[in-house]
């Protein structure tokens, strides 16, 4: 799909990956519609890419608020005339062990990482069905193939996010409108708090500048990629697990006894 030229809704572009990828498709030539939960931000990054002559606004919204996703993708073609591209990029991460977690919590990560772009994805499939053409860009993670543990429940609902995916450009194939999956690794955004930071330098986790995320989610954009996984090993670990799912157990499984102290730290 090309950039220049195209309307593109973007969730959670007041974070790490969103924000890099918002500079880089406005630098393209896209017109972009910011969906942010914090309208002074939002209006930060909104200002500072139009003085780069970015033509750009801003929503406001929670995605936790079951009315919310209709609203914004409404307003997004009322006040922009179109949505050609929407990507969901908004997310939240719980980790520790599950046994510590909030049930609260869990159902809020399900809110944002999957139900807040389903909703999104019905309400603008129409428009986007009767134009006869669009992307969707679903941010996944290199956790929504492998369940990892102290992020069981960030996996299961990157895992759902993966399948609905899958199931849906299998539905849509021949519409003109594509969904894209990208699965990136560890990105160093604040999306990791601290301790989340200081156990990935101790796993020695390989970690990526979002502003390089952003170009791949670019490129996977451009060449109407169905799925993009960012990095390797963790490309043929995708693989292995799919494939030996009891050779990754037992790796994990090693790799989980590192984790305990950051685990029970993070459950505190
Ligand atoms: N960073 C990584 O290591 C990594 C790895 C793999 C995949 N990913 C995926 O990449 C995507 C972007 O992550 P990131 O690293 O850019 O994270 P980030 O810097 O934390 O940005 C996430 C954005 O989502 C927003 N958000 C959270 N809850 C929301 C809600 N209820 N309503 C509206 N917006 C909400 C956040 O707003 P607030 O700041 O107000 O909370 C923030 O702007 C996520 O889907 C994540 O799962 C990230």
């Not at 160093?188 to 989340?196: G, L, S």
Request: net charge positive; proline share 4%; charged share 20%.
């Amino acid at each position: 799909m090309k950039i220049a030229a195209s309307t593109i809704l973007i969730t959670g572009a007041g974070g790490g990956i969103g924000g890099a990828l918002a500079e880089q498709l406005a630098s393209k030539g896209a017109a972009l519609v910011l969906v942010d939960r914090n309208a002074e931000r939002g209006e930060r990054l909104a200002s500072q890419l139009r003085a780069k002559g970015a033509r750009t606004r801003l929503l406001v919204g929670d995605l936790t608020q079951p009315t919310v996703p209709l609203r914004l993708v409404a307003d997004a073609i009322d006040q922009a005339g179109a949505i050609d591209i929407l990507i969901n990029c908004a997310g939240v991460q719980n980790f520790g062990y599950f046994a510590d977690e909030a049930a609260a919590d869990t159902t809020t990560l399900f809110n944002v990482n999957t139900v807040a772009p389903i909703n999104l994805i019905n309400a603008v499939l129409p428009h986007m069905l009767a134009r006869k053409g669009g992307q969707i860009v679903n941010l996944g993670s290199i956790f929504g193939s492998i369940g990892f543990p102290c992020f069981a429940s960030y996996s299961a609902s990157k895992f759902a996010l993966r399948g609905f995916s899958e199931a849906l450009r299998r539905e849509l194939a021949g519409t003109g409108v594509g969904i894209t999956y990208v699965a990136p690794r560890f990105t160093k955004t604040p999306f990791n708090r601290n301790v989340v930071n200081r156990m990935a330098d101790a796993l020695k986790m390989n970690q990526d500048e979002p502003a390089d995320v952003a170009a791949s989610i670019i490129e996977a954009i451009e060449n109407d990629r169905l799925e993009r996984y960012l990095g390797w090993p963790e490309k043929l670990f995708v693989r292995l697990n799919a494939i030996f799912p009891r050779l990754v157990d037992s790796a994990l499984i090693k790799q989980a006894d590192q984790m305990r102290p950051f685990a029970i730290e993070a459950g505190r």
